[in-house]
């Protein structure tokens, strides 16, 4: 089944500890993203990929860190410069040359720093 | 500055009638609009979208209207399901690859 995974599910951490969101796409898609979601706010959008070995910062991208060695990986590293990381985190993709900009999301990943 | 806003976080209606959830917008350079479903514990799942140039765009049960002038667009569910029950999602794009989404309504269908 094609799709994206994103792990783990739920994620527990302490203070001024660096931690990585996994995110794989098998959708064969370009574009990769991560979102940030809060209670009460619509999806912010904190990086994204258009191609391998190239990102660009989204709306929200301070204390977050991301790489794309492969197409169908982008891991995101929530850092300790990060103020407020207990969060939602969903990662998705889209097919870049398809004009119609839908994204496939992954079930997404709860933060929770302590 | 929320450039897209769902001003209902909540919307209950009653199975078999019409669901008819909100968004305003105040970016005139959106030029696409999606939404999207959301249920609990999964991703956002893409749900019918409608490009600028239209008014109307048509799946199934699901209609999107969009009102250029006024900034807004719906999205009707006719009928409406208990399985209908989700969070929405409202979103809009300039035509690269940022998407702007609102904050979301809940649509409870009571059986």
């Known amino acids: 089944d094609g799709g994206i995974t994103q792990s783990p599910k739920y994620l527990f951490r302490k203070e001024g500890q660096n931690v990585t969101l996994s995110c794989e796409q098998n959708l064969n898609h370009d574009a990769m993203y991560w979102y940030r979601q809060d209670p009460g706010q619509g999806l912010r959008l904190i990086y994204y990929?258009?191609?391998?070995?190239?990102?660009q910062k989204g709306d929200i991208a301070e204390g977050y860190s991301v790489s794309r060695e492969k197409k169908e990986s982008f891991p995101l590293t929530v850092t300790s410069a990060q103020k407020n990381p207990t969060a939602f985190y969903l990662c998705a993709s889209s097919d870049s040359t398809s004009g119609i900009y839908e994204q496939y999301f992954g079930p997404g990943t709860r933060l929770t720093v302590t | 500055d929320q450039q897209v806003k769902q001003n209902s976080p909540s919307l209950s209606v009653q199975e078999g009638r019409i669901s008819i959830l909100n968004c305003d917008y105040t970016n005139s350079m959106f030029d696409y609009f999606l939404w999207y479903k959301k249920y609990p514990a999964e991703g956002p799942t893409f749900l019918i979208s409608?490009?600028?140039?239209?008014d109307k765009n048509e799946d199934g049960r699901f209609t999107v209207f969009l009102n250029k002038s006024a900034k807004h667009l719906s999205l009707h569910i006719v009928p409406s399901q208990p399985g209908d029950s989700a969070v929405y999602f409202c979103?809009?794009?300039?035509?690269?690859?940022?998407?702007?989404f609102g904050a979301g309504t809940r649509l409870f269908v009571k059986a």
């Open positions: 990929s258009q191609i391998v070995n190239d990102f």
């Open positions: 409608i490009s600028s140039i239209k």
């Open positions: 979103a809009a794009n300039t035509g690269g690859f940022k998407t702007i």
